[in-house]
């Protein structure tokens, strides 16, 4: 079965720079693809890439079996695949119901519209008319959300959706993410805090240095394989360094 969106040997930096070296992933409808791992490891670039918001130096991006490697990000929008950056970027002097708006300038049609976006995200509800400036961090990133979903996306990529939010702010944000992935949404999740990826995710990719270095499930890693991954310990590179091996997955792990 073809992936709804996949990533085949791709390899992007900034000038001298390889923040991204060699990935291959995909999602599939409906699924949640977490990409773990320290700052730095590349997870932000390769979601850039994934949105056409950066080029990559090698490989190739797939939507539906489609090349569209070198399809610019506003196009990549208009076909469905949605970034969500980190720090949110609303439009501070424009009310919370604006800035959804600018969302569907993808001019899909689909099921999110203004009033089933605040379904999932009831926090939206009472902030309508309010400008985005007076909005806390949960709450803006709420908005943030809800935008990308306004655009109908087929994919969706969050990244670092708990960045600098308190516990109950992020738990809140969780819940509705319960609400937004049906419909066979794709999903590819930025995410720091180990045990909420563990708890939300259907795949985690650990990336580190660029390199996906540990792929699977959260029934077949250990908590133990997956912070070796995170902070590469015990792990062996190959090939003089042009990607790191890591152990299989064990089933039945328990958290």
């Not at 996949?6 to 060699?22: H, P, T």
């Not at 926090?123 to 008319?129: R, V």
């Not at 805090?193 to 650990?206: K, N």
């Amino acid at each position: 079965m073809t992936a709804l969106l996949a990533a085949e040997s791709i390899s992007a930096g900034y000038g001298d720079s390889r923040a991204v070296v060699d990935v291959s992933l995909e999602v599939g409808e409906g699924e949640v693809l977490a990409l773990v791992g320290a700052n730095g490891a590349g997870k932000s670039t390769l979601l850039r890439v994934l949105a056409g918001a950066h080029r990559p130096t090698a490989g190739r991006v797939l939507l539906r079996g489609d090349d569209v490697t070198h399809v610019r990000d506003f196009d990549r929008n208009r076909r469905g695949i949605c970034l969500v950056p980190e720090g949110r970027r609303l439009f501070a002097s424009l009310t919370v119901r604006d800035n959804l708006e600018v969302g569907a300038g993808s001019r899909r049609g689909g099921r999110w519209t203004v009033d089933t976006v605040v379904d999932a995200l009831p926090m939206l509800g009472p902030l309508l008319d309010r400008n985005a400036s007076q909005l806390s961090g949960g709450q803006q990133q709420a908005v943030a959300i809800g935008r990308g979903l306004m655009s109908n996306p087929d994919v969706l990529l969050l990244d670092e959706v708990s960045l600098g939010l308190a516990p109950i702010v992020i738990d809140e944000l969780y819940e509705s993410l319960a609400a937004v992935r049906g419909g066979g949404l794709g999903i590819v999740l930025v995410e720091q805090d180990l045990e909420r990826t563990v708890a939300v995710a259907d795949r985690i990719v650990c990336m580190l240095e660029g390199h996906a270095v540990l792929d699977g499930t959260p029934a077949t890693l250990t908590h133990e394989q997956i912070t070796d991954a995170y902070f590469g310990h015990a792990l062996a590179f190959t090939d003089g360094g042009s990607g790191p091996a890591a152990g299989p997955g064990t089933e039945g792990a328990s958290w």
